[in-house]
C-alpha cells in the first residue's frame, strides 16, 4: 500500500533552516508528482510547493517563493523541502501527498518557528 513517512520537523529560530524529508513507498514514486502541503492551526491546509515527476516543473505558493525549494530523489523515493529564512507564519504541520489514482498523505511533521 501507498506509505508516505515525513521526517524533519522541529523548532527553529526566525531567519533558520529545516529540511524536510519524505519517504515514499508502495508505488511507483518516479512516475508521479508530489506535493508539500502545510496546516496551521485553524487554517485550511495549503499547498506550498509541487514538482513533477521528472522533477522539471516544479511551482511554489508565492508565500513561500524564494525560501522554500523542493527536490526529489527518484532512486531514493524521496522528496524533500529544504526551508531557509524561517518565519513564525510558517509555522505549521507539513505534509507530504502523492496523488496516486487517490490523493494519499504521510501523518505530518511539526514546523514551529520562534525564538
Known amino acids: 500500500q501507498v506509505q508516505l513517512v515525513e521526517s524533519g520537523g522541529g523548532l527553529v529560530q526566525p531567519g533558520g533552516s529545516l529540511r524536510l524529508s519524505c519517504a515514499a513507498s508502495?508505488?511507483?514514486?518516479?512516475?508521479?508528482?508530489m506535493s508539500w502541503y502545510r496546516q496551521a492551526p485553524g487554517k485550511e491546509r495549503e499547498l506550498v510547493a509541487s514538482?513533477?515527476?521528472?522533477?522539471?516543473?516544479?511551482n511554489y505558493a508565492d508565500s513561500v517563493k524564494g525560501r522554500f525549494t523542493i527536490s526529489r530523489d527518484n532512486a531514493k523515493n524521496t522528496v524533500s523541502l529544504q526551508m531557509n529564512s524561517l518565519k513564525p507564519e510558517d509555522t505549521a504541520v507539513y505534509y507530504c501527498?502523492?496523488?496516486?489514482?487517490?490523493?494519499?498523505w504521510g501523518q505530518g511533521t511539526q514546523v514551529t518557528v520562534s525564538s
Open positions: 501527498k502523492a496523488r496516486v489514482g487517490v490523493s494519499y
Open positions: 508502495g508505488f511507483s514514486f518516479s512516475s508521479y508528482a
Open positions: 514538482i513533477s515527476s521528472s522533477g522539471s516543473t516544479i
